[in-house]
Structures are given as C-alpha cells and as structure tokens.
C-alpha cells in the first residue's frame, strides 16, 4: 500500500509541474497574451481531479486472486472478524456502507504548566458491488488536542479521508495498551477481499 502510496504521489506531482514550463514555452514560441496562458492553466487545474479518480482506481486497486468470489454476506462476515495485533473491528452497517471502527485510547502528557489531551479515532469504511465483485474502501481519521495551562485553553481538530496513514493506540482482548498502524488492517483487508474472488480500491469521492 505505501508503494502505491508513492506512485501516487509521483504521478500527481507531476502533473502538477506540467502547466508551468508548457505554458512558458508556448508563450515563447507561439507568442500567446497572458490571459490564454491563464486559461491553460485553469485547464489544467481542472484536469486534476479526473487525474485524482484515475490514481484512485487504477493505481490504488487490488485486483482478486481468481475469479471464484464468495457471497456479500460471506464476504462481510470475514472481514467482521478480521483481527490485527489481537484488537477485534468492531463493523456495523450504517446507510449504504460498512464501518469498521476499534477501541483507542487517548494518550495524556501533564507537565507542570501544561495539560495536554491528543486522541486519535480511526475507522474505515467499505462499499460491496455485488455485480462488480469489488469492494471500495475510505480511512477517516479525526485528531483532537486540547491544552489548559497558564495562557488559557486552546482546543483544535483536524479530519483526514481517502488513503490514510495513521497510528493509534488500541487495547487488545487482554485490555494491554498496543500501538496499532492502520497499515496492518490494509494488509489484512487486501488479503482477506482479493483471496474472496473480489477486488479492492479506494474510494476518493
């Protein structure tokens, strides 16, 4: 997944250096005002996003094993069960997808002027085409610190999506404090959906 990750980065960055020295160069040569030089530039701004959902499902797709695939509820049942580092997913359907979420634990650091709370929730959630055989997957993490201390009380949040690279700290089935990388339920994720005769991708929109 991480090399995938970096392909991804690699193409879109690319791209995102294309416009300048195009549009140089055809101002150069073709000797174009500045407002066409703009338009091209918008254009390929535009462009971006088809780039975006191409990236998404070409280079961030997991293609099945063999072509046997199971039913959508066998499907779900597997992945219900999935466990890494002995921490069990909780999944529960809500609308129209699968939500795998974890037990985490806020981590709290106190010194003496400052108390300070980071926490950090992870989940994932999955969309089944049953007549494509394939399943979407998106991380969503939201972080929160807040702090107390001598110049007052500060609060902040932030929430990612798409392809997450995150870790938390989880409590397995012997209530121990692990540090879990959602790396490791990407892994079991493409394991337990591409042996199942289905695909995997990553849902950006």
């Not at 996003?49 to 499907?75: C, E, G, T, Y």
């Not at 001598?150 to 949040?157: D, R, T, V, W």
């Amino acid at each position: 997944m991480i090399g995938k990750f970096f392909t991804s980065f690699a193409i879109i960055f690319s791209y995102l250096l294309i416009p300048f020295p195009i549009a140089l160069v055809m101002k150069e040569i073709f000797l174009l005002p500045e407002s066409a030089i703009i338009w091209l530039v918008i254009a390929f701004v535009i462009g971006f996003f088809p780039l975006m959902i191409f990236v998404s499902r070409k280079v961030f797709l997991f293609p099945a094993k063999h072509k046997q695939s199971i039913a959508k509820a066998d499907l779900i049942k597997q992945i219900a069960h999935l466990k890494v580092k002995d921490c069990l997913f909780t999944a529960e359907y809500q609308d129209d997808c699968l939500v795998l979420t974890s037990p985490y634990m806020d981590a709290q650091f106190v010194s003496l002027f400052q108390a300070q709370n980071i926490s950090k929730a992870y989940y994932m959630k999955l969309w089944f085409d049953e007549d494509k055989h394939l399943v979407r997957f998106k991380d969503h993490l939201v972080s929160s610190a807040s702090a107390i201390g001598a110049g007052g009380i500060s609060f902040n949040m932030s929430a990612q999506t798409g392809y997450v690279s995150s870790q938390v700290f989880l409590l397995d089935s012997s209530a121990n404090l692990v540090r879990f990388s959602n790396a490791e339920l990407h892994k079991a994720l493409i394991e337990v959906v591409t042996s199942n005769g289905w695909s995997l991708n990553l849902k950006i929109i």
